[in-house]
């Protein structure tokens, strides 16, 4: 298991990652990313903004050119999302989709597979719970 | 044939800008349109509260939307020549506006023509009963002045006999009788043997003698409508003015829409802001010494006075307000005022309320700030030669220093407005002990749920029977040296009776942060005693009301002078279970955060909504709907406003139904905003407004003229519904 710790969001973290987790002089990390096989497992912030989202879908695009073909996302930390977030989840399913990968939604709370579902992306993407 | 603009033809305001008249706005319709009834209405009105105005707003509707009923809008002045240059006008009027009106073109009344041109320009269908009031006219000088008078007034009547409705508005139909008291007796006569339904406004103190009319009363605005009124005028005139400067002025001109637009106006035309206490009251006293409320002052008094009389009128006016707990007698005020034709400066003062007379005492209206600072400007400057830099400055440093004390005095009077409500609703009902004596509640009921409490109260065997009140005031009126004491309005006097016997209560409210002290209590007694025994009260109960209740000691002294004391709670509990209020009104909470545009400031306000709504019982799922609602909401806000403050404002309010939610930012409206070419996933945005939509129960978005407000409701439901899939 390779495991990597993203920079991401502006805020300190409510909870600290598994494995590794390194502060910088500004911000607190607080997501991270694992590979297994082909497949990466990239868990999102407890808020899903265009910052979260953005890195995200970069290091998703970097797992996909690495040749995984599973990305799962975990949203287990995640509360709230906002539609710049949602959007940009559409990219990363547009990516995978280029690429023949699937991707998979863990551990999504009722009401983000709700707002989801209000927004179309669940056509596109499965839900693993 | 020219269709009426629909806007104002005579009225001053648009229609949107006339506040707190509706009601009034909605009977004078009814009352003079075609379903109307076919007899007078009297106007009376307090000094200032915009009648003309009103009774125009009306002409103008009836103008624009019906054609059956000739709208005609008149006012009596007393600059008028003479009662037969008053007649003329009157009738030309009257022709002016029923050819405009039946030609449905009201530019013909902005331009004023000749009778002439009015007789041709006349409708087909009215041109014979036009020409003979044109002719009429023409005749004036042939014509001796009393059948003048008296046709021209029936001139509204003779068109309605010839089969044309009219709806007649006459104004200040007190200046017809103090022009000619035979005008306004003619005036009663002509139109009391007509079919036409007329409205006579006049001073509320004017005496119309007998008259078959309908009565209706205009009182000055409501401090609530004062306050939307001078921020609708502000607006209207780009003036701002801040929520504190608002109130300040809504209570220091007692809601004289006069007053408030001169000041407003002033501002405007000096390009000042009314932002602080000080803004205020240097403007007030521009108003002041200046020619703007003074000049609607001088109006009333000089109008009144014969000028030889002025300088004394003034002398004793300054005396009246000087003596304001005994007033001056009417004799004292005889030997300055001489009688004047057939009216005395006495009664006309009186009728403008600049003074009030009862009792054979003369004394200055005490809620009339502005006259009372008026008098003192003018007597200083006028019959004591002051300087005027000096006395203006000094009286600047005055009005600063009192604003708080007045804005202190209205809030106490608003807080003592309940006990006065509650007790006009004391009707011999028969109500628990408890609910009065702070004794038993605290021993039994205290701290038990509001249900839970009326439900053991009434089923308590100690009850009261309360008295059945007729007439509830400050008790201030009775007790007017001691009226500082009884700071003014906290003070509470009902008469009533029970049985036969008659009962005055005597109510106070006190404050004290803990339960109330015997030498309180007691000292309370005492003033109250005093107050009973200065009006010659025989028979009255005390009742003493403070926010904690009160101490043994303390009610040991209130069953000695056989009085209550309450607390705030108890007195609360009283009015719901006299059905004075629910037991738990709807009352609305409201929070403001004004939070920066960036670094997710979006989820400090998401954090504070989901407080707000928790406490009000929201489920936690329809919390995070209005979660997601706001930070979308707020991401409108922060992306492409171009905000200069880079601000989002943001209002919370909660009732029993439903929270409201207004974020507004400044800068670039929703419509003006471009689309932005260089965001890659630009395709997939624009989701924000519709999960707003889909989120909460209603959304309504709105282009202001300086950016964006969003405004949205979620209804508290006992079940939330699931957000169906898009």
Redesign the interface.
Known sequence: VVQRTLKL???ASRSKQKGTTYVTSERELDASVSTEGDTAIVYADD?L?KLAGEKIERECRRRLSEGCRRLIVNFSRTE?????G???L??VIDSAANNGAKVVFSQVKE?TI??F????L?RHVTIQN | MPRPRRHRILSGLDAKDLIGRANELERLMAHAGPMGRRRGLRLLVAPGVGTSELLKQTYDRLFVEQKEVIPFYFAFRTGDENVAAAAERFVYEFILQAVAFRRQDDAIISASPGLEELSQLAAPADGKWIDRLVEAVSRRAETSPRPFVRDSLAAPGRSSSQGTGVACFLDDVHNAHYLDPRLFEELKEVFARSEVPFVFAARRRFDFGPIDADRMELEPLSFDDAGRMIESTADRLDVKVTDEARDLIAVQLAGNVSFMSTMIREAAEKRIAIDSFQAVEQLYADSIFGDGISRWLDLNLVGSIPMRELEATIDILYDTAVLKDTGVTVDAWRRVSETSGSHSALDLLNLHEVIRISSNRVELPPENVALHDYISARYRLEIDGEIRALVYGESLAGYTRRAPELMTGFYRKRAAVSVRELMISFNRQTVPLAMLDYGRFRDDLKGLPDQDILRIAAESEEKIVLPKNFFVTNASAYDRAAAVELENERVVAAKGNIGTEEIVWLAAEIDSKLETSAELTALWCDRLETVARESGFSDFRIWLIAPEGFSPEALAILADRRGYGSSRKQFELLKAEIGAVKVRPSAEHQYEIVLPMG??A??IA?NAVEEIARRSNFSS?AI??V??AL??AC?NASEHSLSPDQKIYQKFSVDDEKLSITISNRGLRLADRQPVESE??EG??G??L??MR?LMDEVTIEDVDDGTRISMIKYLRPTEP?????
């Open positions: 969001g502006h805020r808020y903004n709230i999302v906002n539609s710049i949602v959007s940009i559409l990219g009401d709700e707002l579902d209000m927004l179309g669940t | 670094e997710d979006e989820l998401a799922k995070n709907q979660k997601t930070v979308e991401i890659p996933t997939r945005r989701w924000g519709q999960l889909r699931t957000v169906k899939a898009a």
